[in-house]
């Protein structure tokens, strides 16, 4: 295999110069970066990307930690992410886990090994304290609020406070007995923790029999409307995690002939606007945007991307 000293070698260039005729540096006589791109051409020698990268201590690739891809929170998330990379010459690779606490690791540890530069976590399993640990190999960061005391950057939208002032609203409008659809019940998913404590402020105690788990798709929806139309007693209203999970909730009882039920989604999607029916915008694509700005530097800023409470 052609490798650059047989370049330097056929060309009459020390090694040093053909590197900066590959890695397309100045100071380079053209008769010179003339000769070596021809033999170059003649050999049909391609540079290792890989081993150049990380000569100079970077893989120009981001790992993007998310449970899964079919729900929109995440994918509007990868819209930001992409749309900033692609600008910035950058590559993200997607990295699912399913929530697998062992799969998780396994990103971390190739982290270690310098397969990324940096991780960003839309979601998590693992301990604040672990990705704390793995920080010293690579840029770490979250899209949720770590907290002031955590030395991990941050990009996040208010939505423990935009939660508050949904379900503030719904009870002003008479809607005493709310439904809650959640993607998992699980404390150390940041959505279900601040769901559940914006829920308590408000309501109090959730009841576990107005809680309908395990929705991340439209039809998962569907399943929740069918919950909650067989609920006795019944919920005057649902807040969702999502708009396409709002809309099969609504076209559960649109397809029993039933009056649709009250509903709030999120992400302000198409299906929301369609069906009309309100939602938070979170506007994830500034939050991942953001996400991948700090996954190039070094610094643990937190940056708070703020919610919108849309009113249909």
């Known amino acids: 295999m052609t490798n650059i000293h047989d370049i330097a070698r056929l060309s009459g260039y020390s090694v040093s110069t053909v590197s900066r005729v590959i890695n397309h540096q100045k100071y380079v006589a053209d008769e010179k970066r003339a000769k070596v791109e021809a033999i170059m051409r003649q050999l049909d020698y391609v540079p290792n990307r890989v081993a150049r ?6 893989t120009k690739t981001i790992g993007v930690v998310m449970p899964y891809a079919n729900h929109p929170y995440f994918a509007r998330i990868i819209d930001g992410l992409v749309s900033a990379a692609f600008a910035a010459g ?4 997607l990295l699912p886990t399913n929530y697998d606490l062992t ?3 396994r990103y971390l540890d190739q982290l270690r090994s310098k397969a990324y530069d940096a991780l960003i976590f839309t979601s998590r399993s693992s301990s604040l304290e672990t990705l704390e640990k793995y920080r010293k190999y690579g ?3 979250l899209c949720e609020d770590p907290g002031d ?3 991990l950057a941050a990009a996040y939208t208010d939505r423990e406070a935009s939660y508050v002032n949904v379900l503030q609203w ?8 709310m439904g809650v659809v959640l993607s998992r019940n699980n404390v150390i998913s940041a959505s279900t923790r601040v ?3 914006a829920y308590q402020q408000v309501y109090g105690k959730l009841d576990s029999q107005h809680l309908f788990v395990g929705a991340v798709t439209y039809e998962d929806g569907y399943r929740a409307g069918e919950y909650f139309a067989h609920l006795q007693p019944g919920v005057d209203a649902v807040f969702t995690n999502g708009d396409d999970i709002g809309a099969g909730v609504q076209q559960y009882y649109l397809d029993h002939r039933l009056a649709p039920i009250p509903t709030i989604g999120q992400e302000n999607l198409l299906s929301s606007r369609l069906l009309k029916f309100s939602t938070i915008d979170h506007h994830l694509e500034a939050l991942g945007t953001a996400a991948f700005k700090l996954a190039t530097g070094q610094t643990t800023t937190h940056e708070l991307i703020k919610s919108e409470f849309i009113r249909r």
């Open 149 to 151: 005391d955590r030395p």
């Open 53 to 58: 990268d990380l000569s100079n201590g970077q």
């Open 170 to 177: 719904a009870q002003q409008h008479g809607f005493e007995k």
């Open 195 to 197: 769901t559940r404590s």
């Open 139 to 141: 840029q770490i960061v």
């Open 90 to 93: 950058y590559k993200i690779t």
């Open 103 to 105: 799969i998780e690791r």
